[in-house]
């Protein structure tokens, strides 16, 4: 596989009205594309593809790299991805696979039966899911919702009858308990895909952002926690970050885009062709940049200063294989 690739130096243009128009940088194309992932030990973004790895080199480049190590528990389900703590939760990974919900969008009918958590003493707790539900994701999240300094894991929880919802669990005296839920979507086989947590509209307090039905209705939906329920508080139809099959659960980002202090929504148009910024501030929804229109958006949208000047870039695959870069 070739290791150069020739550069489009391109620049972020602001236009006169109210969104801006963002020209990606490719930095090659690579052949058999899968995903991105953010190594978190070096910072250097790896680009998976059928034959092995390359990474960025210096925001310019792709090159030859090892595989990253993804060593995961023997209880752990297929494709799936366990992510690390550094406060109360040292990781948290999903575990026990099932059969029992039969839906296949995430590449295969095995979902996972209960959720482990490593904690920071060492000590491995696990909840099992009654008959009636599974966790039909790949990857926890960990965010600390309540400012207690301490993490809550964020996960997609499926119910036969109902579809999925997103559910909130914390550690309460060495056991994992629900903290909260939002309402299920109502019907079996329907699905959601996180986009991140964060104070979207700036009013101190932190949301949780879906994309609802990706495959069909493609909205972005704002939740907000009120003791043991989550609770809509916005949607925008428009917007998808996932594809039918696809083990990429993390094609969106969450990072200020413009300036104000209040963090944003990167996530793919509904079609995947574009790459959008949403903010939430005021708590109201506004585009403020896009990429022009472009092949299906098929990886990881990874946020990540790759140039050193203190201000994430965004790096992501199109499924022709091309990686893009944008510069900020």
């Not at 509209?201 to 069909?216: F, K, M, N, Q, Y």
């Amino acid at each position: 596989m070739p290791s150069r690739f020739v550069l489009t130096i391109a620049l972020l243009i602001a236009l006169p009205a109210a969104a801006g128009e963002w020209i990606p940088t490719t930095l090659g194309t690579a052949k058999g594309l899968r995903n991105l992932v953010l190594d978190l030990t070096s910072g250097a973004v790896l680009i998976e593809t059928a034959k092995g790895y390359l990474r960025v080199v210096d925001g310019k480049r792709l090159a030859a790299a090892p595989a990253p190590d993804r060593m995961l528990p023997k209880d752990a389900i297929p494709h799936s991805r366990a992510v690390k703590g550094t406060r109360d939760i040292a990781s948290a990974w999903l575990s026990d696979p099932t059969r029992r919900y039969g839906h296949g969008v995430l590449g295969d009918q095995i979902e996972a039966g209960s959720l482990s958590i490593r904690m920071a003493s060492g000590t491995v707790a696990k909840i099992i899911l009654n008959e009636d539900s599974v966790f039909e994701d790949l990857m926890p999240r960990l965010h600390d919702l309540d400012g207690d300094g301490r993490d809550e894991v964020i996960v997609v929880r499926s119910y036969l009858v109902a579809g999925a919802a997103v559910a909130v669990f914390g550690l309460d005296g060495g056991k994992i308990v629900r903290r909260a839920e939002s309402p299920p979507i109502g019907q079996s086989h329907r699905w959601l895909c996180p986009v991140g947590m964060a104070d979207f509209d700036g009013d101190g307090r932190i949301e949780i952002a879906v994309v609802e039905t990706p495959h069909l209705g493609r909205t972005i939906v704002i939740y907000r926690q009120y003791g043991e329920k989550l609770v809509e508080v916005a949607r925008q139809y428009g917007h998808s970050n996932h594809f039918i099959g696809s083990t990429v659960l993390d094609m969106s980002a969450v990072l200020d885009v413009d300036g104000d202090g209040i963090r944003d929504m990167v996530v793919p148009t509904g079609g995947r062709s574009r790459l959008v910024a949403m903010s939430f501030a005021g708590g109201k929804f506004k585009e403020i940049a896009r990429t022009p229109h472009g092949a299906e958006i098929v990886t990881a949208v990874i946020a990540a200063d790759l140039d050193g000047n203190g201000t994430a870039d965004l790096v992501y695959g199109w499924r022709d294989g091309r990686v893009e870069l944008i510069r900020r």
